[in-house]
């Protein structure tokens, strides 16, 4: 199978078996999703997802949240990985977004990464999400499961995986391939014991046909 076959397999997979692929965080607009997002980092979006509703009560726009002081906002989020920086990124953030975006999140990269807390994968997120812009967020998940079906080649960094699936897959669909990828590894391709019984793309993948198909002979 040569790789375009492999991304047209695993594309065409997709289409039919997770058309409305979509992010787990809970939000309501797009301050919202940028504060479940930074929070998400190195955590698990169920735990976020426990956490916001009572961060979005208390500081429900960027406005409210600037103003928050870090012995106010701590509490609410102690319960989160990283806790201490977080605070302090959810602050700086809105406080920029109030000095110099009107209270209103930028939909452009190069915008929210100016932001504490938001590196270029944040940023991915908030503008294939909000916007559907083709934009390809990296993290464990996409970096390991690209990597194991195939879909990359001697990738050793998330801007280097994401240049090479980008540069594979339609412009239209990378919003959503991104999220095709991160659920497959969450809940299929898993870091140790990938649930290859019950992947339907095994046929396209590297890591099967190396490590798994040879011992079922």
Known sequence: MTRKQRFQYVIDFFLHHAPDAETELLYDNPYQLLVAVILSAQCTDKRVNMTTPAIFEKYPDADSLSKATFDELFPLIRSISY??????????MAKMLQEQFNGEVPLTVDELVQLPGVGRKTANVITSVVDQQPNMAVDTHVFRVSARIGLTLNATTPLAT??????????????????????HGRYVCIARNPKCDKCGITTACKYFQKNVAPKKK
Do not use: V
Not at 162 to 183: D, F, G, S, T, V
């Open 83 to 92: 806790p201490n920086n977080k605070t302090k990124h959810l602050i700086g």
């Open 162 to 183: 994401e240049k090479q699936l980008i540069a594979h897959i339609p412009k239209e669909l990378i919003h959503i391939a991104h999220h095709w990828l991160i659920l």
